[in-house]
């Protein structure tokens, strides 16, 4: 695989590759293609090296005896930062990383697959993060981004949709789904709106008055 485009920066997302189950080479390649910034977490650089992947930065705890300064001659420049507080995932890392870069949006792959756990926080840290930086994260299944309170995207017919709340959502709207909302609410753990659908080309509208509402476009 080919090394990433040299762009301008803040030009388009930056992007993170995390350390969970790898997505095809194919989504990959297309990510890295406009990429201005890549950065890896901590022991997932291993299995980009091998892909031929040209990094930006390796950002991490390195616990575990890992030791980053080897790579710093196969990827010249490279910019390693240490991370070593353990109250934060190095997800949330390159996130505060980002931020404090003053990079507006981010994509992120290997986020999730492997264990549940991760992949939860990693979801539901789309959220935090709503006010400082915008997070898409994407696998070989779905992409995953947070709605504004009102949304409005082309698709096409039968494109599975699922909106995931994270809380309480109330207030909902839609136009041109299978099973449209009308002033619904959804609650994380007792009513979500997975496995919804588009019904015919077109515009999808998805309002909703308060709450925090993770939209996923599936790829079944």
């Known amino acids: 695989m080919s090394s990433h485009h040299i762009v301008r920066d803040d030009q388009e997302p930056a992007l993170i590759i995390a350390n969970g189950a790898a997505?095809?080479?194919e989504l990959l390649g297309q990510l890295l293609e406009?990429?201005?910034l890549v950065i890896v977490l901590d022991s997932a650089i291993e299995r980009v090296i091998e892909l031929g992947i040209k990094v930006d930065v390796l950002l991490g705890d390195f616990d575990r005896?890992?030791?980053p300064e080897v790579y710093k001659t196969s990827q010249y420049p490279i910019e390693i930062?240490?991370?070593p507080d353990q109250d934060k995932t190095d997800l949330e890392k390159a996130f505060d990383y980002l931020v404090k870069r003053k990079i507006p949006a981010v994509n992120v792959v290997w986020a999730t697959g492997k264990r549940a756990d991760h992949t939860i926080t990693n979801l539901t840290n789309i959220v935090r993060y709503r006010d400082l930086i915008?997070?898409?994260?994407?696998?070989?299944?779905?992409?995953?981004?947070?709605l504004p309170t009102k949304f409005e995207k082309w698709y096409t017919a039968k494109t599975p949709?699922?909106?995931i709340p994270i809380g309480v959502v109330n207030g909902i709207y839609s136009t041109n789904l299978e099973y449209p909302l009308q002033n619904d609410t959804l609650t994380m753990g007792y009513r979500t709106g997975s496995s919804n659908s588009v019904e015919k080309d077109g515009l999808v509208t998805i309002s909703h008055s308060n709450g925090d509402l993770l939209l996923m476009e599936c790829f079944d």
């Not at 915008?134 to 947070?146: G, N, Y």
């Open 134 to 146: 915008k997070i898409v994260i994407l696998d070989d299944h779905s992409k995953i981004f947070l």
């Open 65 to 67: 005896g890992f030791d």
């Open 34 to 36: 406009w990429s201005p």
């Open 161 to 163: 949709i699922s909106l």
């Open 23 to 25: 997505c095809n080479p």
């Open 81 to 83: 930062v240490h991370t």
